[in-house]
């Protein structure tokens, strides 16, 4: 399977580390995931997005990409193909105007499925679908859960996001799910500001805070929410892995159907699949 990571921050900031530098960021473990890689970073509110078939370790463009990228909001993925040819419209994250997209999962049959998934997508938007993977059809269709609250060129609420994942998510096991073949839809979804990612069956750990920031006596955005959990629910970093990346950082495993994400005011969401309740003290 896939592996995932999500970052937003109240400043640009790099994430070198958490693509390249430590042992079990996205570059060394593509080893182990070799069929693409992706990453979606933003500059003043557009995505730009580098995609590459090739194995991200041995790709000069990815660590020269992960040397130089600083954003508040960035989205990553190295693949291991389990739908689709391993090429470069394959790769994630996927994007549409303001929106990315990355999923680590799997439809089992999707190809037999792959019909009724499409009849499910807005018909304007069906036509943008380039590859050949679950995954984009997954995008596609969460976007047409995300126009039902308007444009999509317009801001939405965290809360509107995480009810589209969610109902996107149902959609998929209504439709594909067997007795023994269950989707598995773990994702994450950003439009720059806001930033959604739900547990679907694959691993999925969150971070806001860190045991102690190393840029503690530079940083003029320090804050004791950097450091221990926010008692306001307000962040300065929100970061999202499928798995957790060795450093500072605190991180919290999420459950399966578990939806967590910030706001464009990095006001933290989270949704059991239940209640849903914005978090007063995280880890």
Not at 168 to 186: F, K, M, N, Q
Not at 232 to 247: D, R, T
């Given at each position: 399977?896939?592996?995932?990571?999500?970052?937003?921050?109240?400043?640009?900031?790099?994430?070198?580390?958490s693509l390249l530098k430590a042992d079990n960021a996205l570059g060394p473990i593509s080893s182990n995931h070799p069929d693409g890689w992706?990453?979606?970073?933003?500059?003043?509110?557009?995505p730009h997005v580098t995609r590459s078939a090739q194995t991200a370790l041995g790709d000069q463009l990815f660590h020269r990409l992960s040397?130089?990228?600083?954003?508040?909001?960035?989205?990553?993925?190295?693949?291991?193909?389990?739908?689709?040819?391993?090429?470069?419209?394959?790769?994630?994250?996927?994007?549409?105007?303001?929106?990315?997209?990355?999923?680590?999962?799997?439809?089992?049959?999707?190809?037999?499925?792959?019909?009724?998934?499409?009849?499910?997508?807005?018909?304007?938007?069906?036509?943008?679908?380039?590859?050949?993977?679950?995954?984009?059809?997954?995008?596609?269709?969460?976007?047409?859960?995300?126009?039902?609250?308007?444009?999509?060129?317009?801001?939405?609420?965290?809360?509107?996001?995480?009810?589209?994942?969610?109902?996107?998510?149902?959609?998929?096991?209504?439709?594909?799910?067997?007795?023994?073949?269950?989707?598995?839809?773990?994702?994450?979804?950003?439009?720059?500001?806001?930033?959604?990612?739900?547990?679907?069956?694959?691993?999925?750990?969150?971070?806001?805070?860190?045991?102690?920031?190393?840029?503690?006596?530079?940083?003029?955005?320090?804050?004791?929410?950097?450091?221990?959990?926010?008692?306001?629910?307000?962040?300065?970093?929100?970061?999202?892995?499928?798995?957790?990346i060795e450093g500072e950082n605190v991180w919290s495993p999420l459950s399966e159907g578990e939806i967590v994400g910030v706001d464009f005011?990095?006001?933290?969401?989270?949704?059991?699949?239940?209640?849903?309740?914005?978090?007063?003290?995280?880890?």
């Amino acid at each position: 399977m896939c592996r995932l990571f999500g970052f937003r921050s109240v400043i640009p900031s790099q994430v070198h580390r958490s693509l390249l530098k430590a042992d079990n960021a996205l570059g060394p473990i593509s080893s182990n995931h070799p069929d693409g890689w992706g990453v979606a970073y933003y500059v003043d509110g557009s995505p730009h997005v580098t995609r590459s078939a090739q194995t991200a370790l041995g790709d000069q463009l990815f660590h020269r990409l992960s040397g130089v990228v600083s954003s508040e909001t960035v989205l990553a993925h190295v693949r291991k193909a389990t739908q689709g040819d391993v090429n470069v419209l394959n790769c994630h994250p996927f994007q549409y105007g303001r929106y990315t997209f990355a999923h680590n999962g799997d439809i089992p049959n999707f190809a037999s499925r792959r019909a009724r998934l499409l009849d499910e997508i807005v018909p304007r938007l069906r036509g943008f679908i380039l590859g050949d993977t679950d995954s984009e059809a997954i995008f596609y269709l969460l976007l047409s859960q995300l126009s039902a609250y308007g444009p999509l060129t317009a801001r939405l609420s965290v809360e509107e996001v995480a009810a589209a994942v969610r109902k996107t998510e149902r959609i998929v096991r209504e439709l594909c799910d067997e007795p023994g073949a269950r989707s598995l839809l773990t994702m994450i979804v950003t439009d720059g500001t806001a930033m959604v990612a739900v547990q679907g069956g694959k691993e999925l750990f969150f971070s806001t805070y860190k045991q102690r920031c190393g840029d503690r006596e530079i940083c003029p955005h320090l804050s004791a929410a950097c450091e221990a959990p926010s008692p306001s629910g307000h962040v300065n970093h929100f970061l999202v892995s499928s798995e957790p990346i060795e450093g500072e950082n605190v991180w919290s495993p999420l459950s399966e159907g578990e939806i967590v994400g910030v706001d464009f005011r990095m006001r933290l969401h989270r949704d059991d699949g239940g209640a849903t309740r914005r978090l007063s003290v995280v880890g």
